[in-house]
């Protein structure tokens, strides 16, 4: 049986305007689909000077698995270095950004990479290792081939998340809850998934690398994750972190007899089209506190050019709406699309500032993958990725007014300070 040693890199937010705030919801549910001998080290806690590590990479484990995503590529090559000089564990990856650049991880020096949804490849590429199978074998992974990535094709987009819970029970739940920034009533909270998938089609947004249709959980299955939070670690708070939550308003009503029962607050995110009346009333009495839309900017040549399929009057009835069901309603802005100009970011700050909303400011920074980066690429726009890498752990030191990549017509400072223009609206709320 495989030894194996699940790494989970500590992210960029730590220090910063953001601080630990996200379970490593990913990992956590892959391991609990793997029944082999393991061991966890959560960098986001480990000493500074990285002893665990050191300390564990003597054991020679078969395998290191790490989870690539956009926050957390500091110091990611150093440890791989580091993994190949102390043992001959291979180096598996996964996650978002390894989903979307597996070319990139694999030339950096891993060796396999889990493409898309991993609770049934990681446990297949686990069996063939074992019984030193050819790894085309095992749908959905990439790796290198006498010095040239090979893929293995894809797999079928999960149908069933229920089987799909988190391994709470191995993490450090508790370290979590105390550091998040929001929360609701003063409550400590956590962020959970109750679906997969995204039915818009933002030019700039990576959200259907896991499947191009929406995939629920049964109210059933949320109670369940919920109640044990609620009962292992006193979470009374929940940030459900679906893109649309409100897409299925039947299955809404549901969960919404689930956080009834359980007497929680929760927070989600959705869309401005994608709620109504009778939606929302019955969500405020359930414990809905705050719903978060997608606005990105109030500029409706902006939204129309990077897909975002809705109309500024819908966004201004989400938000009277939610006032009048008592949900406070969030807005996240997204500054320097390539279609920005001063103009419109002045279109964006009067909209908040005559709203009186709530606004989570960020600078665009393209993702491989998406429409907006391939154009970028193509027309030799953007550094490399590992570049942007690089810059998005001084994105987030700056507290996320340095942008990492730039393709608007306004000036790196100018966009800095539209979301230093942003807190400043909030900071007067």
């Known amino acids: 049986m495989m030894n194996i040693l699940w790494l989970i890199l500590p992210n960029s937010y730590k220090g910063g305007s953001r601080g630990i705030s996200m379970l490593p919801i990913g990992p956590m549910t892959v391991i609990n689909s793997v029944l082999v001998n393991f061991k966890i080290l959560d960098l986001n806690f480990d000493t500074p000077s990285g002893e665990g590590l050191d300390r564990l990479l003597k054991q020679n484990f078969d395998m290191v698995a790490i989870s690539c995503e956009m926050d957390n590529f500091c110091g990611l090559e150093e ?109 400590k909270q956590l962020i959970i998934m109750t679906s997969r998938g995204c039915v ?49 308003h039947q299955r809404v009503a549901e969960l ?43 500029s409706q040549t902006i939204l129309d050019e990077v897909g975002k399929g809705i109309e500024m009057e819908q966004v201004q009835r989400a938000i009277e709406l939610c006032r009048a069901s008592a949900i406070e309603p969030v807005v996240f802005v997204l500054f320097g699309l390539p ?19 709530l606004a989570a400011p960020n600078l665009l920074w393209p993702v491989p993958g998406t429409p907006i980066y391939e154009d970028a690429e193509a027309k030799g726009l953007l550094p490399s990725l590992e570049e942007m890498l690089r810059r998005f752990l001084e994105y987030n030191r700056s507290g996320r007014t340095k942008p990492i990549a730039n393709l608007s017509s306004v000036s790196d400072e100018d966009l800095g300070q539209a979301v230093v223009e942003v807190r400043k609206l909030n900071a007067s709320l």
């Not at 629920?216 to 459900?240: C, H, P, T, W």
């Not at 279609?339 to 909303?357: G, Y």
């Open 79 to 187: 440890i791989i270095q580091k993994i190949k000089r102390t043992s001959g564990s291979l180096i598996v990856g996964g996650g978002p950004l390894a989903t979307l650049a597996p070319e990139f991880y694999l030339d950096i020096g891993f060796d396999v990479i889990v493409i898309g949804e991993a609770e049934v490849t990681f446990p297949d590429l686990i069996k063939n290792l074992s019984a030193y199978e050819p790894l085309d074998l095992v749908p959905g992974i990439a790796w290198k081939e006498n010095g040239i990535i090979q893929y293995s094709g894809s797999r079928p987009q999960l149908q069933d998340l229920d089987r799909s819970q988190p391994a709470y029970h191995l993490f450090p739940v508790e370290k979590y809850a105390a550091v998040s920034p929001v929360s609701l009533k003063g409550e």
């Open 256 to 298: 919404c007899e689930v956080f009834h029962g359980l007497s929680v607050s929760w927070m989600c995110e959705t869309r401005a089209d994608m709620i109504d009346v009778n939606l929302l009333k019955m969500m405020g009495e359930s414990g809905c506190q705050q719903i978060i839309f997608g606005l990105e900017s109030a």
């Open 339 to 357: 279609e920005e100009t001063e103009q419109s970011i002045a279109e964006t700050l009067d909209f908040l500032k005559k709203q009186k909303v």
């Open 200 to 248: 818009g089609h933002c030019r700039f947004c990576a959200g259907k690398y896991l499947g191009k249709r929406v995939v629920f959980k049964s109210a059933r299955a949320v109670y369940d994750e919920m109640n044990y939070l609620l009962n292992q670690y006193g979470i009374r708070a929940f940030y459900i972190g679906d893109p649309t939550f409100t897409l299925d």
